[in-house]
């Protein structure tokens, strides 16, 4: 938002369910990316309507064109009521061209419609194309733009190309306007982007007549790219022929749009596209092979595995592997026992991915071999899904010895996985295994990932590590501090002496979010994804411990806190001159939903309110 949207828009602003978030995983500072919407009060909105008689063309403009783009509901029905008042034909090209911004659906074609023969050329261009985009439109309307004249006159090019575009873009929709002896009569038209734009729109009309598959036809031979290209995006490709010809066109857009566009035909010719030069259309051939209704079969599936090991695009790779779960998912056939077979193919990223796959199928059946694999393994990233897929798929306590054996493997990414999948599968050797990886001397991430299995697996004996981590903050990075924060608020202590830790870990706790405990020229707070996951392990405490009077008294002080409404956090701590606690709608949010699960109330979002509004205005007079 630039300074003049702030003058008259305010943010709405969605929060996650915080509790839900922590009791399955850290909260991390991600989740602090919320969903938002601008708004506009409706006496803000009588105020702008105010300024827009007001403003000079230019100011008005600039106006119209933020809170386009600040995706305001709002603004539609202004722009929509401004249209008409605007005596510029060049604001009202501007205006139609910010419509076209807003949601559609909400667009009465009527609004538009006489924009259509606008005497202003940009205009009327803006209005064809945001006529052809409204979803309840009657595509009739714009017929005299298809034409070379319109009343006697020549149609200008750049008019009738915005009409035929409209026409080709929605397709089936636009097609039901026109029969095939019209479009048949642009054949030959003087423009060779009308004749593209035609055939297009042609080749959604069904049925389709032998005078359109000529047409067809005789645009995949042209000499002309963009004739080529028309033929390419045919969604319903009858010929093999010519198809064939399109997937080995010189041009790489038209081989690509040949794919792009397939419905679900020709399942051979795709896959042999998969093998294409080009990244672009290798790409094109993987996605567009989901459409296919009988993908589920050997060759198919064989090709799309050799496509997981493209050497040049990870992109290609990653679809590809989406490509197989969704045929696995959803369509019956091998592709389940080839993946599996290819769990032991030589070509390590075939291995990775069928991994991958197999893990997002949840499919356990392929454990044993999973499990088999791993002592032959050496690439890394494999090790690593491996154990992701023994953590997501084996039973409680199965694979000590196994998980033992990384734990000393010079990967970082593969000992934290091995933190996480002991903690998850609560192995007997887990507690051992925790303690050694939180002191990992080489990687903070193994050590994050220890304190999280902690969580995982949640003994009361782990809170003197966990201690040690919170009060070491000179020499332990934030997301350490941030899940042995969580895993705090997991613990259950097994006798007194664990029970007594427990409080003293709370009483950390309580520091850590109102304290400056970062070290520094000048000390700081916590960051808020370490303060959020401490808060809520303390409201846990209170709740799980409710003989423990300390608890509830330690957590309604960090509330008490952040519950400050953020408008006035800036007076925290103002005679003391210290840092205040970093207090704001994030925080006042968490507080809210704390107490509300405290409660037992349903959790709810509470919305920045909007500041006050103030307009000054000078009339400008032409």
């Given at each position: 938002m630039t300074p003049l949207s702030t003058i008259y828009c305010s943010l709405a602003v969605f929060f996650p369910l915080w509790m839900q978030i922590w009791q399955s995983e850290p909260i991390s500072s991600a989740d602090f990316d919320r969903g938002s919407h601008y708004q506009i009060e409706p006496e803000t909105l009588d105020k702008v309507r105010e300024g827009l008689r007001l403003c000079a063309p230019d100011l008005r403009c600039r106006l119209l064109l933020e809170l386009s783009e600040a995706q305001i509901p709002a603004t539609q029905s202004l722009l929509l009521d401004w249209l008409q008042q605007e005596p510029l034909p060049e604001l009202q090209a501007t205006i139609l061209s910010y419509l076209g911004k807003t949601d559609l659906a909400g667009i009465e074609p009527a609004r538009i419609q006489p924009y259509l023969a606008s005497k202003h050329l940009q205009t009327q261009e803006n209005a064809i194309a945001l006529y052809g985009q409204i979803p309840q439109a009657d595509f009739s309307a714009l017929l005299p733009y298809l034409q070379a004249e319109l009343d006697g006159s020549v149609l200008p090019l750049k008019i009738r190309r915005a009409a035929w575009r409209c026409f080709a873009a929605k397709g089936a929709l636009a097609a039901k306007t026109l029969t095939n002896a019209a479009l048949l009569a642009f054949k030959d038209d003087p423009s060779i982007e009308v004749q593209a734009l035609a055939l297009q729109t042609a080749a959604y009309i069904e049925p389709r007549s032998r005078q359109i598959s000529n047409w067809l036809d005789q645009a995949a031979k042209s000499d002309k790219a963009l004739l080529r290209l028309a033929a390419a995006k045919d969604p319903r490709p009858e010929s093999a022929e010519r198809l064939q010809m399109l997937l080995e066109d010189r041009e790489v857009t038209v081989r690509a749009a040949a794919c792009a566009a397939n419905q679900g035909s020709h399942q051979e010719l795709l896959l042999q596209s998969l093998k294409d030069p080009n990244a672009a259309v290798r790409l094109a051939a993987v996605i567009a092979l989901r459409r296919q209704s009988s993908l589920n079969n050997e060759t198919a599936i064989l090709a799309l595995l050799d496509s997981c090991r493209d050497p040049y695009s990870e992109l290609i790779r990653d679809e590809s592997e989406t490509s197989l779960f969704l045929c696995a998912q959803n369509q019956a056939g091998p592709a389940k026992e080839l993946l599996k077979e290819a769990l032991i193919h030589e070509d390590s990223?075939?291995?990775?991915?069928?991994?991958?796959?197999?893990?997002?199928?949840?499919?356990?059946?392929?454990?044993?071999?999973?499990?088999?694999?791993?002592?032959?393994?050496?690439?890394?990233?494999?090790?690593?899904?491996?154990?992701?897929?023994?953590?997501?798929?084996?039973?409680?306590?199965?694979?000590?010895?196994?998980?033992?054996?990384?734990?000393?493997?010079?990967?970082?990414?593969?000992?934290?996985?091995?933190?996480?999948?002991?903690?998850?599968?609560?192995?007997?050797?887990?507690?051992?295994?925790?303690?050694?990886?939180?002191?990992?001397?080489?990687?903070?991430?193994?050590?994050?990932?220890?304190?999280?299995g902690m969580g995982l697996f949640p003994k009361g004996s782990f809170a003197a590590s966990i201690l040690k981590c919170l009060k070491n903050t000179s020499k332990t990075s934030s997301k350490e501090?941030?899940?042995?924060?969580?895993?705090?608020?997991?613990?259950?202590?097994?006798?007194?002496?664990?029970?007594?830790?427990?409080?003293?870990?709370?009483?950390?706790?309580?520091?850590?979010?109102?304290?400056?405990?970062?070290?520094?020229?000048?000390?700081?707070?916590?960051?808020?994804?370490?303060?959020?996951?401490?808060?809520?392990?303390?409201?846990?405490?209170?709740?799980?411990?409710?003989?423990?009077?300390?608890?509830?008294?330690?957590?309604?002080?960090?509330?008490?806190?952040?519950?400050?409404?953020?408008?006035?956090?800036?007076?925290?701590?103002?005679?003391?001159?210290?840092m205040p606690p970093p207090v704001d709608a994030s925080t006042n949010s968490l507080v809210n939903q704390a107490r509300q699960w405290l409660q037992g109330e349903q959790a709810s979002t509470e919305a920045i309110p909007p500041s006050s509004l103030g307009f000054i205005y000078q009339k400008y007079n032409e």
């Open positions: 990223l075939i291995r990775l991915h069928a991994t991958r796959i197999l893990v997002k199928l949840n499919e356990s059946s392929a454990m044993p071999i999973i499990a088999a694999n791993l002592a032959k393994e050496s690439n890394s990233e494999n090790l690593v899904a491996a154990v992701q897929a023994l953590t997501q798929m084996s039973q409680p306590g199965s694979h000590a010895a196994l998980l033992q054996s990384y734990v000393e493997h010079p990967s970082p990414l593969l000992r934290a996985a091995v933190a996480v999948a002991v903690g998850t599968l609560r192995t007997d050797n887990a507690e051992a295994i925790l303690e050694k990886l939180c002191l990992d001397p080489d990687s903070d991430e193994v050590r994050a990932a220890a304190f999280q501090r941030r899940n042995a924060a969580w895993a705090c608020g997991k613990l259950m202590p097994e006798n007194s002496a664990q029970e007594k830790k427990l409080v003293e870990l709370a009483q950390r706790l309580l520091l850590q979010c109102t304290v400056p405990v970062i070290p520094g020229m000048e000390p700081m707070f916590e960051e808020i994804d370490v303060i959020a996951n401490a808060m809520y392990s303390l409201v846990q405490l209170q709740k799980r411990f409710p003989q423990y009077n300390e608890f509830g008294e330690l957590s309604e002080k960090v509330l008490a806190v952040y519950g400050v409404p953020w408008e006035e956090a800036a007076n925290i701590g103002g005679a003391s001159q210290s």
